[in-house]
């Protein structure tokens, strides 16, 4: 028990530090030898996609599960999705003969925190799966919303802080951003390459707020 609340408290410990240097726009960027996902579209060239993105109200998460987006499947070996993201965004990985990561560090651009442990790492989709299927992923194939869930081209795909991830859920930019607000630039590009080469929609608030990120980027 004592190990459960030593953990949280080196957690948020970690957490509130992280927060405070964010404030600061210190922590914009990683460490140099941080790996990172593939590179969006530059901010004129997703100010241009944005534009030709349908605009239309959020649909219904009627019919949703995670379960219609099958992840994280097999990439090579023993490799899955998740695998092989926490091995590219991380710095000293090494792997067990599981794959599994039993050591190096990770830097999570929107807090802007260090973690040690593969287990303090979620792998989040820029565009949530929830808010995919309600932007038109619900008429998708299986195999089609497989493909986009293990995306590892497109800027879909990257290592962050385990409870950000769990704080984002499926909001969409109008309802949430990273802390660090110096790399919010970076993630409104990655949402609108990921949603431009998916064809999915835009509601009309997130199209505001994606505006407003690209213009001043």
């Not at 795909?157 to 607000?181: F, R």
């Not at 110096?182 to 409104?188: E, T, V």
């Amino acid at each position: 028990m004592f190990g459960v609340y030593a953990r949280r408290a080196r957690r948020a410990a970690v957490l509130a530090a992280a927060s405070a240097v964010a404030a600061t726009g210190l922590l914009a960027t990683a460490p140099a030898a941080q790996a990172a996902p593939p590179t969006p579209v530059s901010a004129s060239t997703a100010r241009s996609y944005l534009s030709q993105l349908t605009v239309a109200p959020e649909g219904s998460s009627t019919g949703y599960s995670r379960d219609l987006f099958p992840h994280w499947i097999t990439q090579s070996g023993a490799c899955n999705t998740r695998e092989v993201v926490l091995e590219r965004d991380g710095s000293n990985v090494v792997q067990d003969s599981s794959c599994a990561a039993v050591s190096g560090s990770w830097y999570s651009p929107y807090d802007g925190a260090t973690w040690y442990a593969a287990s303090d790492v979620d792998i989040d989709h820029i565009v949530p799966l929830a808010e995919a299927w309600r932007s038109g992923a619900n008429s998708w194939t299986t195999s089609k919303r497989q493909l986009f869930a293990n995306d590892l081209t497109r800027p879909q795909l990257i290592a962050v802080t385990d409870d950000v991830n769990q704080a984002k859920g499926d909001q969409d930019p109008a309802e949430w951003l990273p802390s660090v607000t110096s790399y919010r630039c970076m993630y409104a590009r990655m949402w609108v390459h990921t949603k431009y080469y998916w064809n999915l929609k835009v509601d009309s608030a997130e199209k505001s707020a994606l505006q407003s990120i690209l213009n001043g980027c």
